[in-house]
């Protein structure tokens, strides 16, 4: 079977949100040999974040509103970073030696980006473009997922927002989330959103002025298909309730 760089679901959804997911898939094209790693560490982090493709497909049916998925694992090409960024290839991730990306000349790294990364980018801005179009102006939602501890330290957030200056949407949803006293809301914890750095959000929302939410979930609760269903429902209470405020129905 064929490679997909990107998947769409319900690319004719009819509220004004258009979710991505830019690192929603582990699964390294076999031409790569699996970058010299074994099976067990495309299931780890380093992979793809856990939990974030399920949450991404729950929230698209829940909203009848598009969502794209990178189809390739951030090892091969991180879709959220800068190709010319090293990161967007790591030669080591948290740890791990990825000897398929050791010492990249131009050619290989280019051929990454033409394959990969500018398909699944591609796809975003024609799904944003038909909107804009019509004359409507989505918020975009960018799915991600974040490990429990990172370099021995601990992360208290179950779901955070990340943003940098342009916040008036996360502002408005921060308080909607931290209405429930049991979970633990993050505000830029364990990340901003920094368009130094980060890729999707900036070329798809701020490039076009459009309203946007980067969230995380932590991993640990979102690893099977409970906890994706329990999250997603926890911040699709939210979002109505955001959807009612900027009348994005």
């Known amino acids: 079977m064929a490679h997909l760089p990107f998947t769409i679901l319900n690319p004719q959804g009819r509220t004004d949100i258009v979710i991505t997911c830019d690192h929603a898939s582990n699964v390294v094209p076999a031409d790569y040999g699996n970058l010299g790693l074994g099976p067990e560490d495309l299931l780890r982090h380093i992979a793809w974040d856990i939990g974030a ?57 280019r051929a990454r980006v033409d394959r990969f990364f500018t398909p699944y980018h591609d796809a975003i801005e024609d799904v944003i473009g038909e909107r804009l179009a ?16 990172m370099n021995g330290a601990f992360r ?59 969230v995380e979930f932590r991993q640990d609760r979102v690893a099977d298909d409970a906890g994706v269903r329990h999250w997603s429902d926890i911040f699709a209470a939210a979002l109505v309730e955001l959807q009612q405020q900027r009348d994005l129905t």
Request: a negative charge; aromatic letters at 4%; hydrophobic letters at 35%.
């Open 53 to 109: 493709a399920g949450i991404a497909r729950r929230l698209s049916r829940q909203f009848d509103c598009p969502a794209i998925l990178c189809g390739t694992s951030r090892l091969v090409i991180d879709c959220n970073r800068h190709p010319n960024d090293p990161a967007a290839m790591p030669e080591v991730s948290d740890g791990t030696v990825v000897t398929g990306n050791q010492n990249l000349n131009d050619s290989a790294r």
């Open 134 to 149: 019509a004359g409507k102006r989505p918020l975009i939602l960018s799915v991600h997922s974040m490990t429990p501890a």
């Open 156 to 214: 208290p957030w179950e779901i955070s927002l990340s943003s940098n200056e342009e916040r008036s949407t996360a502002d408005q949803m921060l308080p909607l989330l931290r209405q429930r006293s049991d979970i633990t809301v993050g505000d830029n914890q364990p990340y901003n959103m920094d368009p130094a750095e980060d890729y999707s959000t900036p070329a798809h929302a701020l490039a076009h002025r459009l309203p946007y939410l980067q």
